[in-house]
Nanobody, 123 residues
Framework: QVQLVESGGGLVQAGGSLRLSCAAS????????MGWFRQAPGKEREFVTG????????YYADSVKGRFTISRDNAKNTVYLQMNSVKPEDTAVYYC????????????????WGQGTQVTVSS
């Protein structure tokens, strides 16, 4: 079992930056691929970015490529999402999740989820 707790959400102006954190506890953090997903009102949850066990490999949705950066610190059991040049369409609840796979962009392959943190981008 892995417990995940997100933090760092809030209100930010378009063009600004925000950094989300996800602290993990429970099983060995470095055994899990990690991902960030988001869900806007009335929309399905969508993949944003993922990172492999060691952090060597990262993957991004086209909508955030070049603006968002995922990283992890296995010594601190934490994964981060640096969000730069944010847009109003980035407004959503952001979730971190853990998968037993090296990496996955598939929501169904993530076994553990945090409670989510709200990000609101004003225009």
């Amino acid at each position: 079992q892995v417990q995940l707790v997100e933090s760092g959400g809030g209100l930010v102006q378009a063009g600004g930056s925000l950094r989300l954190s996800c602290a993990a506890s429970g099983r060995t953090f470095s055994n899990y691929g990690m991902g960030w997903f988001r869900q806007a009102p009335g929309k399905e949850r969508e993949f944003v970015t993922g990172i492999s066990w060691s952090g060597y490999s990262t993957y991004y949705a086209d909508s955030v490529k070049g603006r968002f950066t995922i990283s992890r610190d296995n010594a601190k059991n934490t994964v981060y999402l640096q969000m730069n040049s944010v847009k109003p369409e980035d407004t959503a609840v952001y979730y971190c999740a853990a998968t037993h796979r090296y990496y996955s962009g598939n929501t169904n392959e993530y076994a553990y989820w945090g409670q989510g943190t709200q990000v609101t981008v004003s225009s």
